[in-house]
């Protein structure tokens, strides 16, 4: 049981370029969810998904798309990377039954 | 969306001394949880707490459900090098357009002194 994995680890991109985060749990949660964090600023939600094939905005969604084609899956895109999009991104999931969100050891990435 | 405000914001301590941080909301929460985030790592859940008033321990952490369900406190005991990390306080949202998300606050940055 590996809990919530995310991959890449570490990322280094330029200004422009486009990426793909991916997130993987598999304790059949059935919501998932995308943070950022920056210093001084906790944890800030970017977007989230109650159930397969649904998506919602969170607090700071703008330049970011998501999916969830997978319940086990949910998939963070930057389709044209921003210097502000630096940044440690963290996955999260959670059972409807409780109200316990589980995190991955997170995603870090520099925008040059 | 609604609002939790932790404090203090950091925290430098020697190691051996208790450790006192609160959350404060602008509206109820029924549940409110307490993580951990270690240097370089993912938030890890400490304490939830589901009851006003509920005073819940786990080891030499304690943590308060408040009687208003405006607040929550978090104390720590007799502190060691390793209590070193971000505590976040956390409350799930109430209503059904937001079913599923977690408000959490800015973290408290706990360092202790050897």
């Known amino acids: 049981n590996a809990g919530v994995t995310q991959t890449p680890k570490f990322r280094v991109l330029k200004t422009g370029q486009s990426m793909t985060l991916l997130c993987a749990q598999d304790m059949n949660h059935e919501y998932m969810y995308w943070y950022r964090q920056d210093p001084g600023m906790g944890l800030r939600l970017i977007h989230y998904?109650?159930?397969?094939?649904?998506?919602a905005k969170g607090e700071v969604p703008d330049g970011y798309n998501v999916s969830r084609l997978k319940k086990q899956n949910f998939l963070l895109g930057l389709e044209s990377a921003a210097p502000s999009q630096t940044s440690v991104y963290f996955c999260a999931s959670m059972s409807r039954r409780q109200e316990t969100q589980y995190f991955g050891p997170g995603t870090r990435l520099l925008v040059l | 969306g609604q609002q939790l405000n932790q404090s203090p914001q950091s925290m430098f301590i020697q190691e051996g001394e208790d450790v006192s941080m609160n959350c404060t909301s602008s509206?109820?929460?029924?549940?409110w949880l307490w993580y951990k985030q270690d240097p370089g790592e993912g938030p890890v859940l400490l304490i939830a707490l589901y009851k006003a008033g509920e005073l819940t321990s786990n080891g030499r952490l304690t943590a308060q459900f408040g009687i208003t369900r405006k607040d929550s406190f978090l104390n720590i005991s007799a502190s060691i090098p390793s209590d070193v990390g971000i505590y976040f306080c956390?409350?799930?949202?109430?209503?059904?357009?937001?079913?599923?998300?977690?408000?959490f606050g800015r973290g408290t940055q706990l360092t202790v002194w050897p």
């Open positions: 509206s109820i929460f029924n549940t």
């Open positions: 956390a409350g799930p949202s109430d209503r059904g357009s937001t079913l599923g998300r977690l408000y």
């Open positions: 998904s109650v159930g397969e094939g649904t998506t």
